[in-house]
């Protein structure tokens, strides 16, 4: 008999607010804006008292000030939150034997073969908070899909278990924008169609969806709406990238913006290179378009690399050679190919590759 299908969503609360209120333990009950300081900066996180004035991640932090002006303001310590990260997920991997951790704060773990996987997800939020401080939410699901949605809504300290169908019924009335992957224009666009919850997205013909969204994006929000999700866990046994990326809440068509993001996701893939000793020879972008067509550049160069000057300039470099075609949801920047600064470079100056991805 196949050992049922289980799928854990563990997503820690806060995750940087919580790891600077343990630092600062006079801030706890107050709204917490953690971001940077210059005009442009973003919102990095937040506590749920600023939450609750609508402050959200990726936020230009002028905005979040607004809306919250008498929010405490702190610039984010990523150092300090590598260290309580990396403190979670190796307290997580004695608990679980297959994890795919998917950021910071984040990850999914297989859970299939557990007799009582809630009870397990409760000893492993128990460990974790009494050894480090930290909460986490679960959400617990036959695939990936189901068990993302399940964590965030009963956050913090969460834990729900959903089966698809049970998903399917309990967010029926929900907004498409609930669920990832849907941005706020498809939502808009979705609106348009009189699809304004869930449950009247899965009314809609897939033909319909796709002759209105494109055979990619169309069948995608028919599988997404019915909570299929059939991806696999992607456990990382080898560090072979490093990679940095954020999808926006509204598509950025400004070519300034994108390169300023460009410019700060370089600057955190450094960070993370530097801190692990690793350099790298080929340096990428990852754009993924408003119509949801993903695109990956990439250059190989000579020499073995972490100098941000350098993965800065050709991230640019690859951004202006493809020059998006339409407004992007997701920028990303990755290097790879790692080995020693002394090693020789290729015999090849530099190579370039283009995959579209559907």
């Not at 456990?235 to 954020?246: A, L, M, Y």
């Not at 020499?303 to 202006?320: G, K, M």
């Amino acid at each position: 008999m196949p050992v049922r299908r289980i799928i854990a969503h563990l997503d820690l609360d806060a995750f940087y607010a919580s790891v600077e209120l343990l630092r600062h333990p006079e801030l706890h009950g107050k709204p917490v804006i953690v971001c940077g300081s210059s005009p442009r900066a973003v919102v990095t996180t937040a506590t749920y008292e600023a939450r609750a004035f609508g402050v959200r991640s990726a936020m230009p932090a002028t905005r979040a000030l607004r809306l919250c002006p008498h929010a405490v303001r702190l610039t984010p310590d990523f150092t300090a939150y590598r260290s309580a990260s990396a403190a979670v997920w190796d307290i997580v991997r004695t608990h679980i034997q297959v994890v795919e951790q998917v950021g910071i704060d984040e990850g999914y773990l297989d859970l299939s073969g557990f007799a009582a996987p809630k009870a397990a997800m409760r000893r492993l939020v128990g460990d974790i908070q009494q050894r480090t401080g930290l909460t986490a939410s679960v959400g617990i699901g036959p695939n990936k899909l189901v068990a993302k949605v399940a964590s965030e809504c009963e956050k913090p300290r969460g834990l729900v278990a959903l089966s698809r169908e049970m998903a399917c019924e309990r967010f029926a009335d929900a907004p498409p924008g609930l669920l990832p992957g849907i941005g706020p224009k498809t939502a808009q666009r979705l609106q348009g169609l009189g699809c304004e919850t869930l449950a009247a997205v899965r009314r809609a013909d897939r033909a319909q969806l796709v002759a209105v969204f494109g055979e990619n994006l169309g069948v995608h929000l028919h599988r997404r709406v019915h909570f299929e999700d059939e991806r696999e866990l992607e456990p990382v046994r080898e560090t072979k990238s490093q990679s940095s990326e954020i999808t926006f809440d509204e598509d950025v068509a400004d070519r300034g913006e994108q390169r300023r993001f460009l410019n700060e996701l370089s600057e955190q893939v450094c960070r993370r290179l530097a801190d692990r000793d690793l350099r790298g020879r080929t340096i990428g972008i990852k754009v993924r378009l408003d119509d949801w067509t993903t695109v990956t550049r990439a250059r190989t160069i000579e020499r073995y690399t972490s100098d941000v000057a350098v993965v800065r300039e050709i991230a640019q470099e690859l951004l202006a050679a493809y020059d998006p075609p339409r407004p992007v949801r997701l920028l990303g920047v990755r290097v790879a190919a790692f080995g020693s600064a002394d090693a020789p470079g290729a015999d090849e100056a530099e190579t370039g590759q283009l995959r579209l991805s559907v």
